[in-house]
């Protein structure tokens, strides 16, 4: 996938990386404190199979601009409606757009749904998007003291590539190679997150406000679930009934995958990831 960047009317500049094809065009967002790199393998292989494909750094993420303000669904809905139509007047995509989220990129595209159903042919939510951070932490407080990012130890390049190397040891190299980005070399050599603190906890909040539950009545476009099992982050049963909870509320097309794995599955798994994908375009609720 090839690196670019496109600079909004706003002055707004944010990196994407892009694959060209022929094939309906699709928008992929990663995570909270994420990048874009995260779904090489994935975008790759969508491109191979003659996808058009775009993985964007959001704002605050990657090699994007991180301003200070503007870390509201609103305005994330708004960059991203505002790069898919630069992206659409000068041919590198086309509408309707399949969206692919992962975890906080889930509720990212859950919104801009909600808002541009007419321009959306469905969302793909890779173990994100199914459950209210409420219903585990009833307060803002309580969500800030247990999900605040950690205080990374001072770490250069190498040692950091070393812990990320045995982390993942199970993950494609290009994940690695993903992990790595979420970091930039300080003026003293150490490595710090590319999101800033203060704007993690801003989009954390945000998170924390927003309910699926009140989202998935009002949905217009089909979506797909591809979900995480792991027993050492959340009990499998919970996200099962929340899942099912959600597809009961829509009246639009769904289905639902499991994988074992990492909350990165289209880091760690981005054959099925992308199997998936392709299978839903070709034969599933998006073929429809």
């Known amino acids: 996938m090839e690196s670019n960047y496109l600079t909004l009317s706003n002055g707004l500049r944010l990196h994407y990386l892009w694959g060209a094809g022929e094939g309906p065009a699709i928008l992929m967002l990663h995570g909270l404190a ?3 790199k995260m779904y090489v393998d994935v975008g790759e292989r969508l491109q191979k199979a003659g996808m058009k494909v775009v993985s964007l750094d ?4 990657g090699q994007s601009d991180k301003p ?5 669904y609103d305005t994330f809905v708004s960059d991203i409606h505002e790069f898919l139509s630069v992206m659409v007047a000068n ?3 086309t509408k309707p757009i399949l969206l692919v989220g992962q975890s906080f990129g889930c509720s990212v595209v859950e919104n801009y749904s909600l808002r541009y159903p007419y321009e959306v042919k469905g969302i793909v939510l890779i173990d994100g998007g199914y459950r209210s ?3 585990d932490f009833p307060t803002w407080k309580e ?6 990012p950690p205080v990374p130890k001072r770490q250069n390049f190498e040692s950091l590539s070393k812990m990320l190397d045995g982390y993942l040891a199970e993950f494609p190299i290009s994940a690695i190679d993903g992990a790595l980005a979420n970091f930039t070399e300080d003026e003293n050599g150490f490595m710090k997150a ?6 993690h906890m801003k989009i954390l909040h945000e998170l ?3 309910s699926p539950e009140d989202i998935f009545p009002s949905l217009s476009v089909p979506f797909v679930f591809v979900t995480a099992i792991n027993r050492d982050i959340h009990e499998p049963e919970v996200k099962k009934d929340a899942v099912a909870e959600l597809r009961r509320s829509s009246n639009v097309a769904s289905s639902e995958y499991w994988i074992t794995g990492h909350h990165d599955l289209h880091a760690q798994h981005p054959v099925e990831v992308t199997d998936i994908i392709l299978n839903e375009l070709a034969q599933g609720v998006f073929a429809q």
Request: net charge positive; aromatic share 6%; with cysteine.
């Open 34 to 36: 994420s990048n874009a």
């Open 58 to 61: 959001q704002r605050g993420h």
């Open 68 to 72: 200070e303000t503007g870390y509201d």
């Open 91 to 93: 041919g590198t995509l």
């Open 133 to 135: 951070l409420k219903r």
């Open 143 to 148: 969500c800030a003291a247990t999900l605040s």
């Open 194 to 199: 590319n999101l800033p603190r203060h704007l």
């Open 208 to 210: 924390w406000k927003q």
